[in-house]
T-cell receptor, first 116, second 115 residues
Framework: AQKITQTQPGMFVQEKEAVTLDCTYD???????LFWYKQPSSGEMIFLIY??????QNATEGRYSLNFQKARKSANLVISASQLGDSAMYFC?????????????FGQGTTLQVKP | SAVISQKPSRDICQRGTSLTIQCQVD?????MFWYRQQPGQSLTLIAT?????????ESGFVIDKFPISRPNLTFSTLTVSNMSPEDSSIYLC????????????FGSGTQLSVL
């Protein structure tokens, strides 16, 4: 069965420093996608970055990059040059693309606090 | 990305009443979904909204409690029926946008409190 694990309930980082949020996954499907979302206190879910299982290079979107290690089944999010506005809950999620259901399986989330 | 408008953004409702949440997208999407996020929890898929046919519900969710409509490619509604305090959650619509591959985007969410 699909599973997403985020082992860090909470993280602190100093403003302007980089931080890595961990995510491991489990699936038997050879084709899948991995997502990271940011959820501020307002409750909206903001798409950050996507990595397909067959993508050769790690995904990057501005200050966000995804450290994809397929053999280890990990998809860690790296945020560079942290800003105060980065303080939020971060969710890792997976979608099995062959099934085409669109269903996302989410991890339990990591709360990130950026210190000034 | 698509602009996904969700209404209302929040509401406080009485037990036993129903609330309909709207999700409007500014461009055609291939798939639309409804998720629930209970307090302090992660997101759980309620159902896939199918255009012109009945929604496909996940285990633990039923049509009588969460009726869904999707009359066209850009609009869907989720109704939370006969509400109880346990229905207090954030409800979010999610879309797969044509031409954006496998990426899924979310609306701004509806924060529902049931008294």
């Amino acid at each position: 069965a699909q599973k997403i694990t985020q082992t860090q309930p909470g993280m602190f980082v100093q403003e302007k420093e980089a931080v890595t949020l961990d995510c491991t996954y489990d699936t038997s499907d050879p084709s899948y996608g991995l997502f990271w979302y940011k959820q501020p206190s307002s409750g909206e879910m903001i798409f950050l970055i996507y990595q397909g299982s067959y993508d050769q290079q790690n995904a990057t979107e501005g200050r966000y990059s995804l450290n994809f290690q397929k053999a280890r089944k990990s998809a860690n999010l790296v945020i560079s040059a942290s800003q105060l506005g980065d303080s939020a809950m971060y969710f890792c999620a997976m979608r099995e693309t062959l099934s085409n259901t669109g269903k996302l399986i989410f991890g339990q989330g990591t709360t990130l606090q950026v210190k000034p | 990305s698509a602009v996904i408008s969700q209404k209302p953004s929040r509401d406080i409702c009485q037990r036993g009443t129903s609330l309909t949440i709207q999700c409007q997208v500014d461009s055609q999407v291939t798939m639309m979904f409804w998720y629930r996020q209970q307090p302090g929890q992660s997101l759980t898929l309620i159902a896939t909204a199918n255009q012109g046919s009945e929604a496909t519900y996940e285990s633990g969710f039923v049509i009588d409690k969460f009726p869904i409509s999707r009359p066209n490619l850009t609009f869907s509604t989720l109704t939370v029926s006969n509400m109880s305090p346990e229905d207090s959650s954030i409800y979010l619509c999610s879309v797969q946008q044509a031409g954006r591959g496998e990426k899924l985007f979310f609306g701004s969410g509806t924060q529902l409190s049931v008294l």
